[in-house]
């Protein structure tokens, strides 16, 4: 296969490896904006743009998980490899990952029953957790 049917070869760079770290230490889902502070505080010298361009091929290549929050920016975090759904708090943004094969029989069955194959969804659940509750 040559590099026009498989597509752009992605060269691993300095910038690239800095987000990826970054994101493999952080806990939470966090904006782009965020991110690159960030890494300017632990002195890489990443610009905004590249970081942007970073999260959507880390995104497109399913490297990372992406969550439009009502009212937010997109944000993104590392996680694990298996599919899951994420608990939200609403206040400080804490994440907790949850299987859900409920959700996945759901899913199935209404693709199969309007003629769908190959469905797949994603299911972020927003609440507040139980130390935003006491504040």
């Not at 002195?43 to 880390?58: F, I, K, M, S």
């Not at 439009?68 to 990952?97: F, I, M, N, W």
């Amino acid at each position: 296969m040559n590099e026009v049917e498989a597509g752009p070869v992605r060269r691993n760079t300095r910038q690239r490896d800095a987000v990826m770290t970054l994101l493999g230490e952080v806990d939470g889902f966090y904006s782009a904006q965020e991110l690159h502070v960030m890494l300017r505080e632990r002195g890489a010298n990443v610009g905004l743009t590249t970081v942007y361009r970073t999260l959507q091929l880390l995104a497109e290549s399913n490297e990372i998980d992406v969550m439009q929050a009502p009212g937010s920016d997109t944000r993104y975090r590392r996680c694990s490899d298996k599919h899951h759904h994420h608990l939200v708090c609403r206040g400080c943004g804490r994440t907790v990952e949850v299987l859900g094969p409920a959700v996945e029989r759901w899913a199935d069955r209404i693709g199969e029953e309007h003629g769908f194959t190959d469905v797949s969804h994603t299911l972020e659940i927003f609440g507040t957790c139980g130390s935003c509750c006491k504040h």
